[in-house]
């Protein structure tokens, strides 16, 4: 079988965010937070909220999307709500706008006011998005524009969630984690939009299957995922089983994923089984996109496993072949 494992540490350090892209994203972020803080105690006068980073930077599963753009989620919660009475609480649009004229001209575009957050906007680089909590009786509570108002809803339980499978599985699930979220973000250019990161995160974690090789292990949970999203496409909340996550795709985009997880579960298999590694390097590449390596030629592992396939044959015709009759004169 080709193995692949050493490629696929390549293809993890150019999707995978550099250090100095963390950095950058933590100095922009920390700057925010005292933008909304500043706001709060001078302006709004009262107490400033806190805040909880959430999200794929928070799990360490960010990776370089192929647009060049990256974002993190920052929590805003709010500390000078009634946390037992929520009667008398703001609307989500009044919050959206406290978080605006607090980050206003922070940079040079405008924040976006979105359904679910405010989103500061670094033109070309990254973004950050601010969704706003509260406390009620014990359960935080969103502040969602629109119909939905303030309702239910724990970021920090999925990372705390999360945190604990890469404990029980090892740094190999991160790995699979991203792999499978570059495999979308490459998927959605050509066949449109695949689903977020969180349903990607959940199915590798109900899916997962480690193994010595990245490649193998990538290859045995895309066709475990397969399994699970077929013929019902299903994803719910693993730290609220009763919120199904996959709620908002369409038929078409499940569907659209049920044919595309197919193609990356038969490829995958392919690729393990194939005896060329520059084959099975198409193979991961039609799936992964440039960014993963392609070996042109038949290289030196391949000319050694070519040289032991002949030698191995050879001591197999001498095994069964039957001794001369002159051998015993």
Same mark, same amino acid.
């Given at each position: 079988?080709?193995?692949?494992?050493?490629?696929?540490?390549?293809?993890?350090?150019?999707?995978?965010?550099?250090?100095?892209?963390?950095?950058?994203?933590?100095?922009?972020?920390?700057?925010?937070?005292?933008?909304?803080?500043?706001?709060?105690?001078?302006?709004?006068?009262?107490?400033?909220?806190?805040?909880?980073?959430?999200?794929?930077?928070?799990?360490?599963t960010t990776m370089n999307p192929l647009d060049?753009?990256?974002?993190?989620?920052?929590?805003?919660?709010?500390?000078?709500?009634?946390?037992?009475?929520?009667?008398?609480?703001?609307?989500?649009?009044?919050?959206?706008?406290?978080?605006?004229?607090?980050?206003?001209?922070?940079?040079?575009?405008?924040?976006?006011?979105?359904?679910?957050?405010?989103?500061?906007?670094?033109?070309?680089?990254?973004?950050?998005?601010?969704?706003?909590?509260?406390?009620?009786?014990?359960?935080?509570?969103?502040?969602?524009?629109?119909?939905?108002?303030?309702?239910?809803?724990?970021?920090?339980?999925?990372?705390?969630?999360?945190?604990?499978?890469?404990?029980?599985?090892?740094?190999?699930?991160?790995?699979?984690?991203?792999?499978?979220?570059?495999?979308?973000?490459?998927?959605?250019?050509?066949?449109?939009?695949?689903?977020?990161?969180?349903?990607?995160?959940?199915l590798a974690s109900d899916c997962f299957c480690?193994?010595?090789?990245?490649?193998?292990?990538?290859?045995?949970?895309?066709?475990?995922?397969?399994?699970?999203?077929?013929?019902?496409?299903?994803?719910?909340?693993?730290?609220?089983?009763?919120?199904?996550?996959?709620?908002? %795709?369409? =038929? #078409?985009?499940? &569907?659209?994923?049920?044919?595309?997880?197919?193609?990356? @579960?038969?490829?995958? /298999? +392919?690729?393990?089984?194939?005896?060329?590694?520059?084959?099975?390097?198409?193979?991961?590449?039609?799936?992964?996109?440039?960014?993963?390596? %392609?070996? =042109? #030629?038949?290289? &030196?592992?391949?000319?050694?496993?070519?040289?032991?396939? @002949?030698?191995?044959? /050879? +001591?197999?015709?001498?095994?069964?072949?039957?001794?001369?009759?002159?051998?015993?004169?």
């Amino acid at each position: 079988m080709a193995d692949l494992h050493s490629e696929f540490g390549t293809f993890h350090d150019k999707v995978a965010l550099s250090s100095s892209k963390k950095a950058s994203l933590r100095t922009s972020r920390d700057a925010i937070r005292d933008r909304i803080r500043k706001h709060f105690i001078e302006v709004l006068k009262v107490d400033p909220p806190k805040f909880h980073a959430q999200g794929s930077f928070t799990m360490v599963t960010t990776m370089n999307p192929l647009d060049g753009e990256f974002d993190i989620d920052d929590g805003v919660y709010l500390q000078h709500l009634d946390p037992h009475d929520s009667s008398k609480w703001p609307t989500p649009e009044t919050v959206h706008g406290w978080i605006i004229d607090a980050i206003d001209d922070h940079t040079d575009e405008k924040p976006i006011d979105k359904r679910t957050c405010v989103r500061v906007q670094y033109a070309g680089q990254y973004h950050v998005d601010l969704p706003s909590y509260a406390k009620l009786n014990g359960d935080y509570m969103l502040a969602v524009k629109g119909d939905a108002g303030w309702h239910r809803s724990d970021p920090k339980a999925i990372t705390d969630w999360f945190k604990k499978r890469v404990k029980q599985n090892g740094e190999q699930f991160r790995r699979i984690v991203r792999y499978l979220k570059a495999w979308t973000d490459y998927q959605s250019g050509k066949r449109g939009k695949m689903p977020n990161g969180l349903i990607m995160t959940v199915l590798a974690s109900d899916c997962f299957c480690a193994d010595a090789r990245d490649d193998v292990s990538l290859a045995n949970t895309a066709a475990a995922i397969k399994r699970a999203v077929t013929p019902v496409f299903c994803v719910r909340n693993p730290t609220d089983t009763s919120e199904e996550i996959t709620r908002r %795709l369409t =038929d #078409e985009q499940k &569907s659209r994923f049920q044919a595309a997880i197919t193609d990356l @579960a038969a490829d995958g /298999a +392919a690729a393990v089984a194939e005896k060329s590694r520059k084959k099975a390097s198409k193979l991961w590449q039609g799936q992964l996109g440039d960014r993963f390596p %392609l070996i =042109d #030629e038949e290289d &030196s592992k391949d000319e050694d496993r070519k040289k032991e396939d @002949a030698n191995r044959l /050879a +001591a197999f015709f001498v095994s069964t072949k039957p001794p001369k009759p002159w051998a015993f004169q």
